[in-house]
Each structure stands twice: as C-alpha cells, then as structure tokens.
C-alpha cells in the first residue's frame, strides 16, 4: 500500500490540492486488516459517495485515482507506481 504521502503528491499533481481527508477515509480500515482493507471503500461506490458527501468532484476524483495508484503499486511496486500512474494519466490510458 502507498503511503499517504504519495497519493497527496498525486492529488497536487493532478488535482492541484491535497485531499488528507479522502484517504484517512479509504483507508481506514487498514490499522486491522493490513492489506485486505482495500476490500472496503476502494470501489466505484465510495467515489459517488465522496462525491456527494463534499459536494467537491475533485475530491471524488482523488478517492479514484488512490485506488488507481493502489492497484498499479501493487503490480509495479510504490515507487514506480506515481511515475506510471501520471504517464497512464498524461497518455489518455486513464481519464479523470
């Protein structure tokens, strides 16, 4: 799992902000379940649901691409994960 840190470097990135909030919430069930919290709220549900609940797409945008840089680390490993996440971003291979 990326440290927090990354997915806030890609949301400055990308999104020209850090959304902390966003991930604390995705996240939050990690401290139990290790790897396997990715089974909660890393899905398509949670983003409409951040969406909605801040009003903000952006934020929606930023739980999207936390679960996009999750799932690329997991194949790649975190440190190659931001450089590849941008470049499939930059290439039109994943739209925001």
């Not at 990354?6 to 990690?30: N, S, T, W």
């Not at 919290?37 to 691409?65: F, N, Q, V, W």
């Amino acid at each position: 799992m990326p440290e927090h840190y990354l997915h806030e470097v890609i949301d400055i990135l990308v999104l020209g902000k850090k959304y902390p909030q966003v991930h604390d919430f995705m996240d939050q069930m990690q401290p139990f379940m290790q790897a396997n919290h990715r089974l909660y709220y890393h899905d398509e549900k949670t983003i409409h649901m951040i969406t909605r609940a801040t009003g903000d797409i952006l934020a929606g945008e930023s739980a999207y691409l936390h679960i996009l840089l999750d799932e690329i680390s997991l194949k790649v490993g975190h440190a190659e994960s931001v450089p590849l996440l941008l470049e499939m971003i930059k290439t039109g291979q994943i739209h925001l």
